[in-house]
């Protein structure tokens, strides 16, 4: 009996040393500089230059490489020409004046009929 208990106490002793081995230090990051408000005649203001600082995007994100797409996903990126959708601009450009007052798209006007008596061009 005296041999297992001096064995558990021997193991408890060593737990403390593995531990150590393997330990991770978390650190808690440094606080950041905050924004200052000011109260002028009773109405807050805050920085906008800081506002402005904290919006912008981290550096690593901002160099991170974009992730590639997969088949269906380059698809749906195609603009809608590509993929015979309504495309307002080539609606517009193919009815000319008429876009909005008809349903017929704008044609040249005729050519007046050629003069039987000159020679033609």
């Avoid at 500089?33 to 912008?56: I, Y």
């Avoid at 995007?57 to 015979?84: C, H, I, K, W």
């Amino acid at each position: 009996m005296a041999r297992l208990f001096l064995t558990v106490l021997l193991a408890c002793a060593a737990l403390p040393a593995q531990a150590d081995e393997h330990t991770v230090v978390v650190q808690a990051p440094a606080p950041e500089k905050g924004c200052v408000e000011v109260e002028v005649h009773g109405q807050r203001a805050q920085s906008m230059s800081c506002l402005s600082e904290k919006l912008l995007p981290n550096s690593n994100t901002m160099n991170r490489q974009p992730p590639a797409l997969s088949g269906a996903e380059a698809v749906m990126q195609r603009p809608s020409n590509q993929l015979g959708l309504y495309n307002r601009a080539a609606l517009e450009h193919r009815m000319g004046n008429a876009f909005g007052k008809s349903v017929t798209p704008q044609r040249p006007s005729t050519p007046p009929p050629a003069s039987p008596l000159l020679p033609p061009r």
